[in-house]
């Protein structure tokens, strides 16, 4: 379960790791809120490294269900946040 936009939410998804390009996509299984909105749903972690550090490019593919769907601002937002847990986690140790 995650909190997105304030509201506590579920989604299946299958986990595709991609060592060589530094990155995992979410796949979404037509399972979930997400899919009350959206027919498409596939979030991508890619890390870059940039000299000792690393830059975190998120985006988000997605089908809208129709023209009144709004952005998906709020599932971008708990992506940073998810990105934000990492780092503070990783500068800890």
Do not use: C
């Not at 399972?31 to 027919?39: I, L, P, R, T």
């Not at 269900?65 to 934000?84: C, G, R």
Request: proline fraction near 4%; avoid cysteine.
């Amino acid at each position: 379960m995650a909190v997105a936009g304030g509201r506590n939410e579920t989604l299946k998804e299958r986990v595709e790791h991609d060592g060589a390009n530094m990155s995992v996509t979410l796949v979404g299984l037509q399972e979930g809120d997400v899919f009350k909105y959206f027919k498409l749903w596939k979030p991508v972690y890619k890390v870059i490294p940039k000299g000792r550090t690393s830059v975190a490019r998120l985006t988000i593919g997605y089908e809208k269900l129709n023209e009144n769907v709004p952005d998906p601002n709020d599932y971008v937002d708990f992506m940073v946040s998810i990105v934000k847990d990492v780092d503070a986690h990783i500068t800890k140790a």
